[in-house]
């Protein structure tokens, strides 16, 4: 087993080390042309994966050969182009489905991102299943995009929004969850994965309690997807969500798994091409899932990207790359832990990830702007969960987020440069 201990002065222990055995660091490394690149005149140090990720040569390499070789608009064309791009396009469903394990293909539908697919649900199933005094469960630790969308259907239709506490260990308050679930609970939306604290939320337990009191069930995987194998039947959500961007894909484009029972109850949310059956000034009828949810020209490229991210992390393995990350994280907080003056933000039963802190004397946005001159990039700031900043008690943090090329001795130079940056402001 070869562990990575800190090399760089000053030598110091922590109970966590890093084991790159069967793990192809080296090789994954390799695979990202940007991670060998020089920012500021230092090598490209990239810990904002929690923001976007950086993209894999293979999912490069998969755009520009559909760009170069096979573009053409989908489900329309009779002509050989456009098939290709048609079959391409839903082998890339197929990918999904296979890779978040949904029932069959037609439960994915495919949207611009985890956003538009929490907005998808609350327009459609909300506007058409939410009552007056309903009431929409989410919790502290969500990002602004699974709080606002819930926040607009309420107002529309006088339901209720509740959220489930935090604790101060950055775990969600289980016994207020019990006591807000109640027969009035039409949905629970809740994170599986913070993009603050990097808590592990219990989605099992959560959906399975709504679900005892017949509530529906949405789980954003925005965050969760790129660090844990997903299985959505096992999780027992009705919905979940995330974006190809956080995957090691392209931007613009994500999905949203529901169950085939209730995507079929619900009506179409934008209307437009594809999404029809037929059409007449007096009457139009509908496609069947997922045509339905899918009006316009989708983001064909994007979504053959997406596939080729799949491929390539089905490749390395998703439990693989969970382990491996999961040793890193307890590196991380260990490693930060002996910076002084620093405080990490909440300390969750499980934690994937995801890290935020404080430095003392520093400002988040200094800390940032500090590492920034180190090839180091993070990200300062609220990280659009203000509610949650408001629960901790802090206007900012910093943030430093993992993805499966990061590496101890990265840990190592950031936990330098933040002692030193410490020091710059005390001097
Ligand atoms: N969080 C971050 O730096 P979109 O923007 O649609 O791809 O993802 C939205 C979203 C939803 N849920 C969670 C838990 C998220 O973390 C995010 C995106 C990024 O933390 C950008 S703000």
Same mark, same amino acid.
């Given at each position: 087993?070869?562990?990575?201990?800190?090399?760089?002065?000053?030598?110091? @222990?922590? #109970?966590?080390?890093?084991?790159?055995?069967?793990?192809?660091?080296?090789?994954?490394?390799?695979?990202?042309?940007?991670?060998?690149? @020089?920012?500021? %005149?230092?090598?490209?140090?990239?810990?904002?994966? $929690?923001?976007?990720?950086?993209?894999?040569?293979?999912?490069? @390499?998969?755009?520009?050969?559909?760009?170069?070789?096979?573009?053409?608009?989908?489900?329309?064309?009779?002509?050989?182009?456009? @098939?290709?791009?048609?079959?391409?396009? =839903?082998?890339?469903?197929?990918?999904?489905?296979?890779?978040?394990?949904?029932?069959?293909?037609? &439960?994915?539908?495919?949207?611009?991102?985890?956003?538009?697919?929490?907005?998808?649900? #609350?327009?459609?199933?909300?506007?058409?299943?939410?009552?007056?005094?309903?009431?929409?469960?989410?919790?502290?630790?969500?990002?602004?995009?699974?709080?606002?969308?819930? /926040?607009?259907?309420?107002? =529309?239709?006088?339901?209720?929004?509740?959220?489930?506490?935090?604790?101060?260990?950055?775990?969600?308050?289980?016994?207020?969850?019990?006591?807000?679930?109640? #027969?009035?609970?039409?949905?629970?939306?809740?994170?599986?994965?913070?993009?603050?604290?990097?808590?592990?939320?219990?989605?099992? =337990?959560?959906?399975?309690?709504?679900?005892?009191?017949? #509530?529906?069930?949405?789980?954003?995987?925005?965050?969760?997807?790129?660090?844990?194998?997903?299985?959505?039947?096992?999780?027992?959500?009705?919905?979940?969500?995330?974006?190809?961007?956080?995957?090691?894909?392209?931007?613009?484009?994500?999905?949203?798994?529901?169950?085939?029972?209730?995507?079929?109850?619900?009506?179409?949310?934008?209307?437009?091409?594809?999404?029809?059956?037929?059409?007449?000034?007096?009457?139009?009828?509908?496609?069947?899932?997922?045509?339905?949810? =899918?009006? %316009?020209?989708?983001?064909?490229?994007?979504?053959?990207?997406? %596939?080729?991210?799949?491929?390539?992390? /089905?490749?390395?393995?998703?439990?693989?790359?969970?382990?491996?990350?999961?040793?890193?994280?307890?590196?991380?907080? $260990?490693?930060? &832990?002996?910076?002084?003056?620093?405080?990490? /933000?909440?300390?969750?039963?499980?934690?994937? %990830?995801?890290?935020?802190?404080?430095?003392?004397?520093?400002?988040?946005?200094?800390?940032?702007?500090?590492?920034? /001159?180190?090839?180091? $990039?993070?990200?300062?700031?609220?990280?659009?969960?203000?509610?949650?900043?408001?629960?901790?008690?802090?206007? $900012?943090?910093?943030?430093?987020?993992?993805?499966?090329?990061?590496?101890?001795?990265?840990?190592?130079?950031?936990?330098?440069?933040?002692?030193?940056?410490?020091?710059?402001?005390?001097?």
């Amino acid at each position: 087993m070869m562990s990575i201990k800190i090399t760089t002065e000053p030598v110091i @222990e922590t #109970a966590y080390s890093v084991s790159t055995n069967s793990y192809p660091i080296d090789t994954i490394r390799k695979d990202f042309p940007i991670l060998s690149t @020089e920012l500021r %005149g230092r090598k490209l140090v990239y810990l904002d994966n $929690a923001a976007t990720t950086q993209k894999p040569r293979q999912v490069i @390499e998969a755009l520009t050969a559909y760009y170069e070789k096979e573009n053409a608009n989908i489900h329309r064309g009779v002509h050989y182009l456009s @098939e290709q791009a048609t079959l391409k396009y =839903e082998q890339a469903r197929h990918k999904v489905k296979e890779f978040i394990k949904a029932g069959v293909n037609c &439960e994915i539908i495919f949207t611009k991102g985890a956003t538009e697919s929490i907005n998808l649900v #609350a327009q459609s199933y909300g506007r058409a299943f939410i009552r007056p005094g309903d009431e929409i469960l989410i919790s502290t630790l969500e990002h602004h995009s699974n709080i606002v969308p819930w /926040q607009m259907l309420c107002q =529309e239709k006088g339901a209720v929004l509740r959220v489930i506490p935090m604790l101060d260990s950055g775990d969600l308050d289980m016994e207020a969850f019990d006591r807000l679930l109640t #027969a009035k609970t039409k949905i629970v939306a809740v994170t599986q994965l913070s993009n603050v604290t990097g808590t592990l939320v219990p989605v099992r =337990e959560m959906c399975r309690k709504a679900r005892d009191l017949g #509530a529906v069930t949405l789980v954003d995987g925005a965050q969760s997807t790129p660090h844990l194998p997903i299985d959505v039947q096992e999780m027992g959500a009705d919905f979940f969500v995330f974006s190809a961007h956080k995957l090691y894909g392209p931007t613009g484009v994500g999905v949203l798994y529901g169950r085939a029972e209730l995507l079929e109850a619900m009506p179409p949310w934008l209307g437009g091409g594809n999404m029809i059956r037929s059409v007449s000034f007096e009457k139009t009828t509908y496609a069947d899932l997922p045509d339905k949810f =899918e009006a %316009g020209t989708p983001d064909i490229g994007g979504v053959i990207g997406l %596939g080729a991210a799949i491929d390539y992390l /089905q490749d390395i393995g998703l439990e693989r790359i969970s382990q491996y990350e999961e040793m890193l994280t307890d590196y991380a907080c $260990a490693r930060l &832990e002996l910076v002084e003056g620093l405080q990490i /933000q909440g300390s969750p039963r499980a934690r994937r %990830g995801v890290i935020s802190f404080t430095l003392d004397c520093v400002h988040p946005h200094d800390i940032g702007q500090l590492l920034d /001159q180190d090839g180091i $990039a993070i990200r300062a700031g609220h990280h659009c969960a203000q509610p949650l900043m408001q629960r901790l008690g802090v206007p $900012a943090t910093a943030r430093l987020s993992l993805g499966l090329y990061n590496t101890a001795e990265e840990i190592d130079y950031v936990a330098l440069r933040l002692q030193h940056s410490r020091k710059l402001f005390l001097s």
